[in-house]
């Protein structure tokens, strides 16, 4: 048994220490919001935030991440940040098939936490390892300058 603090709240869980993190919020937990892509660290579709810091769950044993702060994408509208995301997002019709865009979004979401004044080459270090194959790159930089304005606004 792990206690993991997932979105601010305590959650037990049963799966074995090397599990991933990944599988233990999709199969145990029911939050599907955090997606499977490559199992390998190089897509990106699973990242989510440990301590604030954007990671892969697909890499992370459940072990490693005990008495960790873990915020999956299912919390971003309760942040300022990840409502200004959300609210970017859809003003730049950022998704198209959606499938890599909840790890898109906590991508750029712990980019803003640390710098509301990106340049477009710190967009794009801190999207570097975020594969879309719909390529929307181009939109998803632009999404990332227009929160980050109305974060410097509010
Ligand atoms: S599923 Fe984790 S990086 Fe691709
Ligand atoms: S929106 Fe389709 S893979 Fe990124």
């Known amino acids: 048994m792990h206690k993991l603090r997932i979105n601010g709240r305590t959650q037990p869980v049963t799966a074995s220490p090397e599990t991933p993190v990944l599988w ?7 939050m599907t919001g955090t997606r499977f892509g490559c199992g390998l660290g190089l897509c990106g579709a699973c990242t989510i935030h440990l301590n604030g810091e954007a990671v892969r769950s697909c890499c ?3 072990s490693a991440v005990e008495d960790n702060e873990i915020t999956t994408v299912e919390a971003m ?16 019709e950022v998704p198209q098939c ?6 898109q979004m906590m991508s ?19 999207m570097n390892g975020n594969i879309c194959r719909c390529g929307t790159y181009i939109q998803i930089r632009e999404a990332i300058h227009a929160a ?3 974060l410097r606004k509010s």
Not at 98 to 103: D, K, L, T
Not at 108 to 126: C, E, F, G, V, Y
């Open 108 to 126: 750029a979401m712990a980019l803003l936490m640390k710098n509301t004044r990106p340049s477009d080459q710190d967009i794009d270090h801190a």
């Open 77 to 92: 509208g309760a942040s300022v940040i990840g409502r200004e995301i959300q609210k970017a997002w859809l003003e730049h």
């Open 98 to 103: 959606g499938y890599c865009q909840s790890g």
């Open 60 to 62: 992370i044993p459940v």
């Open 24 to 30: 233990v919020l999709r199969d145990e937990l029911d």
């Open 148 to 150: 980050a304005a109305a």
